[in-house]
């Protein structure tokens, strides 16, 4: 594997001419800053013979961005006066600094080497060097920084002529690729039993009124699957508790629905405050002709939450649920501290099984001995001449047909 080695004077952070040349020194020019591909932030300066240093904390130099993945850079440094060193070397990209390399208790008045090391497959292409303690006079002599060749991921990935046993696919390479691996997955598909459970928590609305109103924005923010009217939260002292109605109308919720309702069920713990007469609660649902259909009523207990488990299951798909106040007359007030729905269906799960791999000079294959009726992914990675590799391509899916008819020869 073919490494590039650019050598760099860090006298030379700002000369825009490093990326041309192996090892080259130029006089830090406080004109160049930003101007060159090199930049800092911060408080840093340069010495009488040319050197530039570190001068306080929160200082950033960003390197440019090479033609090149970085794999390593060795740093010279040297300190003075008695203050603690630290150093961090990571890489930048976008803003974003990543995968950060601490040096501590950099040795005072000697020349020390530092080395930061990153994989092949990071794709570093720029550094973010930083300072995080409030020390002075930390110095930068030169550095080295090495790396292999960027070869591109193939792009344009595409299938055609899929049969029962085999599949053609083809993509694009850029100049540098000379050959290519094409990675090919079966699909497996699992049914996982158990089912799933969705609980909604109302800590997260946070009115504390005390007063029952229509549902506010808020509410619908913190607790999107839900609308309707007349709800608030209770004070702290009944955190994570809601009220339905003002005692003079009915209130309701509105959960927006399911999309597979066979197996739903939904827990939910109830009760009335002392001072409200004992009521009945619904949940139902309007049909299309705007009929109310309701599941059986549930009795309300005063002053103690009472668990109740009722079977969703002829729920029409993606209808909305109306949990509501019921019955005639005032002080119609109810509290709900837990809801939760559970739906009890199977659940299927993919996962991907590594079966083929081929190697190809070309920019296309045709991919056999595949199984027919059967859900396959494929991606693809390209090398250079010499032997570095892309990342891999953006995954594709295909599933193949049933089993081909054999060709059928006859001699006459």
């Not at 020019?29 to 090199?38: G, R, V």
């Not at 033609?67 to 603690?84: L, Y």
């Not at 003002?246 to 509105?254: E, P, T």
């Not at 892309?390 to 049933?402: D, H, N, V």
Request: proline share 4%.
């Amino acid at each position: 594997m073919k490494m590039k080695v650019r050598s760099v004077a860090f006298a030379l952070l700002l000369a825009p001419a490093i990326l041309f040349a192996d090892s080259i020194n130029v006089t830090f020019d406080a004109a160049l800053t930003n101007t060159t591909e090199w930049t800092y932030v911060g408080n840093i300066k340069t010495s009488k013979n040319g050197d530039y240093y570190i001068n306080g904390q929160d200082v950033r130099i960003t390197s440019p961005c090479y033609d090149f993945a970085i794999t390593s850079i060795v740093m010279r440094v040297s300190t003075s006066g008695s203050c603690t060193r630290n150093l961090i070397i990571s890489s930048y990209d976008n803003e974003t600094i990543s995968q950060p390399q601490e040096f501590t208790n950099i040795p005072q008045g000697t020349s020390s080497d530092i080395t930061a090391t990153w994989n092949i497959a990071d794709r570093v292409r720029t550094l973010a060097i930083t300072s995080t303690s409030g020390a002075q006079n930390l110095y930068f002599h030169s550095a080295v920084i090495s790396g292999v060749p960027i070869v591109e991921a193939p792009t344009n990935l595409q299938t055609d002529n899929i049969a029962g046993t085999r599949c053609r696919l083809s993509w694009a390479n850029d100049g540098s690729a000379v050959s290519n691996r094409i990675d090919v997955c079966e699909v497996v598909e699992k049914e996982i039993a158990g089912g799933s459970t969705l609980e909604y928590s109302f800590d997260e609305f946070t009115n504390s009124g005390g007063q029952a109103r229509d549902i506010t924005e808020e509410f619908t923010n913190a607790i999107p699957a839900f609308a309707g009217s007349s709800v608030v939260k209770l004070p702290a002292s009944t955190a994570g508790i809601i009220q339905i109605s003002d005692g003079n109308g009915k209130g309701f919720l509105v959960h927006s629905g399911f999309q597979d309702c066979s197996k739903l069920s939904v827990t939910i713990s109830l009760k009335v405050p002392t001072d409200r007469q004992s009521k009945d609660f619904g949940i139902g649902y309007e049909d299309t002709a705007g009929h109310t259909n309701e599941f059986p009523l549930i009795t309300l207990v005063t002053n103690n939450f009472v668990t109740h488990s009722i079977s969703l299951a002829t729920l029409p798909a993606n209808t909305p649920l109306i949990f509501n106040t019921h019955g005639s007359g005032t002080k119609r007030v109810v509290y709900i501290d837990y809801l939760t729905f559970v739906n009890n269906s199977p659940s299927t799960t993919s996962s991907t099984n590594l079966i083929k791999t081929v190697f190809t000079t070309g920019n296309a294959a045709t991919i056999r001995g595949l199984s027919p009726n059967s859900s396959y992914v494929v991606s693809v990675s390209a090398f250079d001449e010499d032997g570095n590799e892309s990342k891999q391509s953006e995954l594709i899916s295909f599933m193949t047909g049933s089993e081909e008819m054999p060709f059928v020869i006859r001699l006459q």
